[in-house]
Structures are given as C-alpha cells and as structure tokens.
C-alpha cells in the first residue's frame, strides 16, 4: 500500500497511528490530516522513524478533502475524525477513487441517533467506482461484530440471544471523565436505550435497565443497556438472532456526575443564548472536562468487551463468550494512550495491514465487519495487543438469562 491517509488526530488516531508507525514496509507514507494541523505535527513527532505527513483538512468540506487526496493519492482514508464527517469522507474518496474505513456509524449533528442507512446508500456507487468502504472497525464496533461473525461460523449452528458487553473498571483519578470524544460519548449515553427483540426495536428511558454481570478477573460490575450502532448491522446479517443488546458499565460516582449534568440540561445539543453567544451546552461541558486522551498517563485498571451469545450446537443450547481483557497501563506503555481509546485504534490499523497484504481482498461496495472474513483480523489481533479468548458455556451470571 503506498500511502495511508488518517483523518483525524485525537484519542483514537494517536493509537492507529503509533500501529501503522511501525509498519514502514507496509505504510511508508502515512498522512495524518485533521482540523487542527499542530496536532497532526505532535503525532509526526512521535514516531520520527516513520515518514508521517502533517495536514490540516476540514473533513466536512469534500472539495478540500478530495484536493488533499488528489496532492497525496493515499490508496485507503482512514476516518478516526467524528462520525459527522463520514458521510463527506464517504463522498470524497468515491470522487478521488479512494479506499475508506471508519470506526463508528454516520450520525447527524442535529439528532443524536445513528443509523447505518446513510452509509448504507452508498453501496451501489461504490461498486460501480471499484471502491471498497468497511464501516465500524474499532473494537465495538469491530471486533465484536468480528466475535459474532466467527462464532456464527465456527461455534454454532444456529444464534439465538446476543449480549455485547463493555466494561471499563479502570480509574482515572478524576472525579468525571469520558473514554472518548465527550459529545459523541454523552450523546450515545443518553439517548432512549434501544435493543433488538425479535425484528422489533424495543425502547426504554435512558439508563433505566441495568444487571450486574461477572467479568472475568474483574469480577461484578453493574452493566446499563444502551442502543450500539452494531446491534442494527447484527441483527439484518444474522436474522436467526431472537434478542440483540448492548450493555456499557458505569460506576456510581460517574452516574452521579451525567445525572447532575442531564437535570441541569449541559448534556443538550438545543444551542442556547448567552450574552448574545449562541452556546450548544454539551459542547461547552466538552470545553470544561479532561481530553480523553489525557487520562493515558495516570489510568490504571482492566478493560474488557466482549459478546456473549447463545444458540445451539449439534441440537444442544450453547454458550459463548469471546472477549478481550486489556489493562490502562498496557496501553500506555505500548502506545502512550488509555486501553478505550487503544482498543478503538489498534484494529483500524490491523485492518489497513490486512488490505494491504491482500490477506482480506473484499469485493467493490460498502459491508460491515461481520460481512469479511473474521479469522484474519482475529489471528493478527493478539500480536497487535489485544489478545482474545473463547470461553464455551460459561454465561456471565446475567439475572434474566433466557431458556
Ligand atoms: N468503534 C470503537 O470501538 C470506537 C471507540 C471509541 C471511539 N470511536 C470513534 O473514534 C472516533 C475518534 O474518537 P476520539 O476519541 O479519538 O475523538 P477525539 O479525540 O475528539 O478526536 C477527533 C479528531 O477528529 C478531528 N476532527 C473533528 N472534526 C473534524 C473535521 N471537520 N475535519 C477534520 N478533522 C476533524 C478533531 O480535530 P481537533 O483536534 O481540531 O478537535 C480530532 O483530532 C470517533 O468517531 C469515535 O466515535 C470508536
């Protein structure tokens, strides 16, 4: 692959960049191109032994987008900018001719609710450009579509329940934090919760569903239900699965913060007037809380993500956990970055080497994770830091488990 374009050079970009860096038989050129050109030039001298190029782009503006991709011609755009710009960097890399990923489904700014049918339409013109697109290829989304995909394959015969499970039981020190981008995290939290019943999405008041849930060498955390764009991808790929949730675990004192901040409205996207200043409150909390990635440094503690699925195996009920335990500090020592935002970056870079090697080889169109080949990128995953384990019939200890 000649050149590889990263959009983007926050939390997550400092991790696929920090990978892809130490690949220069594989990525000679990488161009890091985000709004703010000093952060591209920050990232460029962290790695003085990759030939890293610094850009500004505004990815919103496809005519700027597609004259940096004609200065560089990259052969593949991955988007770690924020899910508004991926329906521009969608459009710009099918006029420059250009391959795309991203990490998270297309939201639009002024309704907090992704849905994949935006990126979803772009499908028959890629095909006919010859042009590949691969939506959500962070962790979850990601891996988890990719755990999914591997077990429908090779652990069932048939799915029936799926439990995506994301548990953050590290501690930053600070009194209120987000793991990543805080508009798009608070946004996603706050929303309805959402979950798949049969063809039907079923919705409840935000947070308002909860169950403790045994982690592996965690131990119990409280998990909340909360609607996940995979979920959507998940259940139109595997129509056999009869219920699809997502949980996230939050602790009390992080609960105690975003209710505080839900009540007094800082969490609303309704811009407000102040002064004669139109302010958009949860851009403003945005202003006033750390940088995730500034947490890297003194964060400490487990992640672990994963899917729990039942179904059957030669005409008995399964069960199935694939997940992936990492710690704050393995982070840090490998990349510089907190486990959230190295579990988001390590496999959009494990991807790009997996195009580029040829060793994933999709057809022309726009497919979700779950829609390529899992063994590749789940072989090569352990390597690039995120080991990952299998564990049959073992349910978490989830109160309302089925059958
Ligand atoms: N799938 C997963 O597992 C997973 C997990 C976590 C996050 N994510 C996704 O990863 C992405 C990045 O998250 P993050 O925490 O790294 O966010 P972040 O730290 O806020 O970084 C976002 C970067 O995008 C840049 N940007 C924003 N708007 C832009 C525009 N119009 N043009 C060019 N650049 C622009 C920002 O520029 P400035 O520096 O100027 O602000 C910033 O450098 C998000 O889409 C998030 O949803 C995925």
């Excluded at 002064?275 to 992640?303: M, R």
């Excluded at 073992?394 to 488990?401: E, Q, R, S, V």
Aim: aromatic share 10%.
């Amino acid at each position: 692959m000649p050149k590889v374009m990263v959009v983007g050079a926050g939390a997550v970009a400092q991790v696929t960049v920090c990978k892809l860096a130490r690949r220069p038989d594989l990525f000679p050129e990488i161009v890091v191109a985000s709004r703010t050109r000093a952060k591209c030039e920050a990232l460029a001298a962290r790695h003085p032994q990759a030939r890293i190029i610094p850009e500004a782009v505004n990815a919103d503006n496809v005519a700027q987008t597609v004259a940096l991709l004609e200065k560089h011609r990259p052969a593949l755009v991955i988007n770690l900018a924020l899910p508004y710009q991926d329906l521009p960097l969608m459009e710009a890399c099918l006029q420059a001719g250009v391959d795309y990923l991203d990490t998270a489904s297309y939201e639009p700014p002024d309704t907090p609710k992704y849905e994949y049918r935006y990126q979803w339409e772009f499908q028959e013109r890629y095909q006919q450009a010859g042009r590949t697109a691969v939506l959500g290829i962070g962790f979850d989304p990601g891996v988890t579509n990719a755990f999914v995909a591997y077990a429908a394959k090779h652990l069932f015969d048939e799915l029936h329940y799926l439990d995506i499970i994301d548990c953050n039981a590290g501690d930053h020190g600070r009194p209120f934090a987000t793991n990543f981008n805080l508009e798009i995290n608070l946004r996603e939290i706050t929303q309805p919760g959402r979950y798949y019943e049969g063809a039907q999405l079923v919705e409840v008041p935000p947070l308002s569903v909860s169950q403790d849930v045994r982690f592996p060498e965690i131990g119990v955390r409280r998990a909340y239900l909360i609607f996940h764009e995979e979920l959507e991808s998940l259940v139109k790929h595997f129509p056999s699965l009869r219920r699809a949730r997502f949980w996230m675990t939050f602790g009390e004192s992080y609960l105690m913060h975003l209710r505080a901040f839900m009540n007094v409205g800082l969490t609303s996207i309704e811009p407000v007037d102040y002064e004669g200043c139109s302010v958009v409150p949860i851009k403003f909390l945005q202003k006033l809380l750390p940088d995730p990635a500034s947490l890297a440094p003194d964060y400490k503690g487990w992640v672990s993500i994963g899917v729990q699925l039942r179904g059957t195996y030669q005409g008995q009920p399964r069960t199935a956990y694939l997940y992936t335990n990492i710690r704050h500090e393995w982070a840090y020592q490998d990349c510089g970055a907190q486990a959230v935002a190295y579990t988001a970056g390590v496999p959009p870079a494990v991807a790009a080497e997996l195009l580029s090697t040829g060793a994933w080889k999709p057809q022309p169109g726009v497919w979700n994770v779950e829609q390529l080949d899992p063994v590749p990128l789940l072989e090569r995953l352990p390597a690039a830091g995120l080991p990952w384990k299998a564990i049959i019939d073992y349910p978490l200890d989830f109160i309302d488990t089925p059958e």
